[in-house]
């Protein structure tokens, strides 16, 4: 079932600078999608124009039935104001004032709903800490609690790694990649680890709006070197070895694996 549906949507703010080519998309149930490229090349835009935040330039939006799906979202962890004096679970019982309407009152219903939520994450211990008190990698994985505790149809993450190490990106990508099969929620992801999307979406997004390049299919097909190296402007080697994806950039820079 197609929860989003764009038909030859062009995103941006201003028309006549537009961010993309026409773009023909849509998110399924169940969809884990990847959103790649570089820096200012629109993928926040993409985000803020499929949330309904935006309209397009041009092009047509629908949504399923007619209405817009419920969405639960993690942001990058830099743009949270740590001085606000929550606890985790109070943090968590914010994602549910979606589902509350006007009253903001939270029962003792919503309280163990956010109780099972911080279970889901592994984090039933931290719920009385205070939120600005955790981990880098224990608040994001308490932002993905308070986005699922809304019991949301489509989970969307903006860089929610960004600030991580590898093992830390890997565990909390594990988690939503579980938590999403179970739910059969479908997510949409930007990123700019590669070896993230290849391990974590089936489908990818890449998009460049300096040169008006967007292409959308299986992670399979388009993660690969030459796409990459187009994509970046720069030499991305791409290889698949034993069920890893192992992302080089130009020779002498480092690499990149999962």
């Known amino acids: 079932?197609?929860?989003?549906?764009?038909?030859?949507?062009?995103i941006g703010y201003r028309r006549g600078h537009p961010l993309s080519p026409p773009i023909r998309f849509?998110?399924?149930?169940?969809?884990?999608?990847?959103?790649?490229?570089p820096n200012g090349a629109g993928k926040s835009t993409l985000l803020k124009t499929v949330l309904g935040t935006i309209a397009p330039l041009s092009g047509k939006l629908s949504h399923q039935h007619g209405r817009a799906p419920r969405?639960?979202?993690?942001?990058?962890?830099?743009?949270?104001d740590f001085a606000y004096p929550l606890d985790a679970l109070q943090v968590v019982?914010?994602?549910?004032?979606?589902?509350?309407?006007?009253?903001?009152?939270?029962?003792?219903?919503?309280?163990?709903?956010?109780?099972?939520?911080?279970?889901?994450?592994?984090l039933t211990e931290v719920a009385h800490q205070a939120f600005r008190s955790l981990s880098g990698g224990q608040r994001q994985r308490v932002l993905v609690a308070r986005a699922l505790v809304g019991d949301p149809e489509l989970l969307v993450l903006d860089e929610p790694t960004s600030e991580m190490d590898p093992a830390a990106e890997h565990a909390l990508l594990s988690l939503v990649s579980g938590l999403v099969t179970a739910r059969k929620v479908a997510v949409l992801f930007v990123t700019h680890q590669i070896s993230a999307a290849a391990g974590f979406?089936?489908?990818?997004?890449?998009?460049?709006?300096?040169?008006?390049?967007f292409e959308a299919g299986p992670t399979g097909e388009l993660v690969n070197s030459e796409r990459m190296t187009r994509l970046y402007g720069r030499p991305v080697e791409v290889r698949r070895e034993h069920g890893r994806t192992l992302v080089w950039l130009s020779a002498g820079e480092g690499g990149e694996g999962t």
Do not use: N, W
């Open 201 to 213: 979406s089936r489908t990818v997004m890449l998009l460049d709006g300096a040169r008006a390049l």
């Open 71 to 80: 969405v639960g979202y993690v942001p990058q962890g830099h743009r949270l």
């Open 93 to 122: 019982l914010m994602g549910r004032a979606g589902r509350k309407g006007l009253a903001r009152f939270y029962g003792r219903a919503d309280r163990e709903l956010a109780r099972q939520a911080l279970g889901s994450v592994g």
């Open 1 to 10: 079932m197609s929860l989003i549906q764009l038909e030859d949507v062009v």
């Open 26 to 37: 849509s998110v399924q149930e169940g969809d884990a999608i990847g959103i790649l490229g």
